[in-house]
C-alpha cells in the first residue's frame, strides 16, 4: 500500500532524518522518536503537504488518505454539530462510545475539549480512507477515550485500513501498533 524510501522530508528546508518504511493493508505502524525529529513532517510528506528534499513514497494507485493533524480547528460561534461533522467525512457514528454518542446533536463549540478532539479523530479514522495518518491521536483524551481509540484503530485496521500513528505515549503505542519506526537525528532506522 506504501512504500517509503530514504525520505527525507521538511518545508523549507529539510527536517527528518532518512525515513524507510513499507505499509501492508491492514498494518498499524508508529512512529516515535524526540521531539523534533520530525515525526509530524514524515505525516505531513505522506500527505502530500510537506517537501520531499530526498528520497521517494510510492503510494499504491488511487489510494485514499485521511489525515489528522495536532491543529485544534476553531470551532467557536461554528453551528455544526458532530453528527453534521462525521456527515462532512462520511464516517458513521456506529461505534462511538455511549459517552460520545449522545452528544452527537450538540454543536461542537458545546462539548468539552476531549470530546471534540476524539469525535474529530473518529470522523477521520472512519472516513472512507485507505491509508490513515494520525499525529498524536491520544493527546487530551482520557484513560477510557485511549482504551476506545485503540479498540478501534485494531477494528479499522482489520477491515483493511493501512495506520501510521506519530506518539509519545508509549503505552498506546505498544497496544495499538503492529511495527514501531523510532526516529532519531541522524539516522531514521
Same mark, same amino acid.
Not at 93 to 98: A, F, N, S, T, V
Not at 134 to 137: A, T, V
Given at each position: 500500500m506504501l512504500q517509503v524510501e530514504a525520505l527525507v522530508a521538511g518545508w523549507q528546508q529539510p527536517a527528518t $532524518? &532518512?525515513?524507510n518504511l513499507s505499509l501492508a493493508a491492514g498494518e498499524i505502524i508508529g512512529l516515535t522518536g524526540p521531539n523534533g525529529v520530525g515525526k509530524s513532517t514524515v505525516l505531513a510528506a505522506l500527505a502530500g503537504r510537506a517537501q520531499v528534499f530526498a528520497g521517494r513514497i510510492?503510494?499504491?494507485p488511487g489510494l485514499r488518505l485521511a489525515l489528522q493533524t495536532q491543529d485544534v480547528p476553531p470551532v467557536d460561534g461554528l453551528p455544526l454539530s458532530g453528527r453534521e461533522l462525521l456527515l462532512l467525512t462520511g464516517a458513521s457514528?456506529?461505534?462511538? $462510545? &455511549?459517552w460520545l454518542i449522545d452528544r452527537l446533536d450538540q454543536r461542537l463549540d458545546r462539548l468539552s475539549g476531549g470530546q471534540r478532539?476524539?469525535?474529530a479523530l473518529w470522523a477521520i479514522l472512519h472516513a472512507p480512507a485507505d491509508l490513515v495518518l494520525?499525529?498524536?491521536?491520544t493527546n487530551n483524551l482520557d484513560a477510557a477515550g485511549v482504551q476506545h481509540l485503540t479498540a478501534h484503530l485494531h477494528d479499522r485496521a482489520r477491515a483493511g485500513a493501512g495506520i501510521v500513528v506519530v506518539s509519545h505515549d508509549a503505552a498506546f503505542v505498544e497496544a495499538a501498533c503492529d511495527r514501531v519506526l523510532?526516529?532519531?537525528a541522524g539516522d531514521g532506522e
Open positions: $532524518p &532518512p525515513v510510492v503510494r499504491q457514528p456506529q461505534g462511538l $462510545p &455511549p478532539h476524539y469525535l494520525l499525529d498524536e491521536p523510532r526516529l532519531e
